[in-house]
């Protein structure tokens, strides 16, 4: 399952910023999922649930944003969402989730309909940050 794995990335990576697969001394991970990862939470919790069993830490500590899509023009320099955009639908989604590069065939700059444009954010999945407790084991 395509969110076990990143689940299983995540913790990877926090372990080896953090030195250590006990993971008792965390207060806070952040993790950001990029929007065009249509990403099941559900799943990428329970992922986390499992890939953290034994390890001291709870899935609470784990917080998950959404980071929104964001396009921006080459051309006129507009930035754009996904919502801004309603001839995006379910199918296109998944195509793009797929192979975001594939934005092209679905969309075009609203301002100048150029299709010369970059994805800004909401792609993949990004730690942004990994709060550990003191020596006291306050955050």
């Known amino acids: 399952m395509h969110e076990w794995a990143l689940a299983e990335a995540v913790i990877s990576t ?3 910023n953090t030195g250590s697969t006990d993971l008792s001394m ?8 990029g929007e065009l990862q249509n990403i099941d939470i559900e799943a990428f919790s329970k992922g986390l649930e499992m890939m953290t069993k034994g390890k ?3 899935l609470e500590l784990f917080q ?3 980071e929104k899509a964001v396009f921006r023009c080459n051309y006129c320099g507009m930035e754009w969402s996904l ?3 309603p001839g995006v639908g379910e199918d296109e989604r998944e195509a793009i989730h797929f192979l975001p590069e594939s934005a092209h ?3 075009k700059c609203p301002g100048c309909g150029s299709s010369d444009f970059v994805i800004k954010s909401g792609r993949g999945v990004t730690i942004k ?3 550990v407790k003191d020596r006291e084991g306050r955050g």
């Open 83 to 85: 919502d801004d955009y």
């Open 14 to 16: 926090v372990e080896k």
């Open 129 to 131: 940050s990994i709060i």
């Open 26 to 33: 965390l207060q806070e991970v952040t993790v950001l999922l």
């Open 56 to 58: 001291g830490a709870d």
């Open 105 to 107: 065939a679905y969309m």
């Open 64 to 66: 998950l944003e959404i």
